[in-house]
Nanobody
Framework: HVQLVESGGGSVQPGGSLRLSCSSS????????MGWFRQAAGKEREGVAS???????SYANSVKGRFTISEDNDKNTLHLQMNNLNAEDTAMYYC????????????????????????WGQGTQVTVS
């Protein structure tokens, strides 16, 4: 079965950087779209960044130019490089995956919609203060 395990969270000062990783197993990695989501205390979960099976990436406006999503296909690992962090980035960060025929749709805003994703990791906490 599909398993996603995040790592790399922690505490950092404003302006600092962190790199999150998501190790995946239980499926053919490149056939799934992958995404990073976050949920701050008292707020709804929101899409942060995603990568389509064709390699197309998308980002929330709040992180464009600061965050970069990437993949290490050999290791079935997804990354999120986060630079110039600020207090508003404090949240639990989740890795998610979606597969099957819906993953073959053309890239679009749906890639940052949590309702599209069937598989989730347990999350890793990022605190900026």
């Amino acid at each position: 079965h599909v398993q996603l395990v995040e790592s790399g969270g922690g505490s950092v000062q404003p302006g600092g950087s962190l790199r999150l990783s998501c190790s995946s197993s239980g499926y053919t990695y490149k056939t799934y779209c992958m995404g990073w989501f976050r949920q701050a205390a008292g707020k709804e979960r929101e899409g942060v960044a995603s990568i389509h099976t064709d390699g197309a990436t998308s980002y929330a406006n709040s992180v464009k130019g600061r965050f970069t999503i990437s993949e290490d296909n050999d290791k079935n690992t997804l990354h999120l490089q986060m630079n110039n962090l600020n207090a508003e980035d404090t949240a639990m960060y989740y890795c998610a995956a979606l597969g099957g025929p819906i993953a073959d749709r053309r890239p679009g805003p749906w890639l940052l919609d949590e309702e599209e994703y069937a598989y989730w990791g347990q999350g890793t906490q990022v605190t900026v203060s």
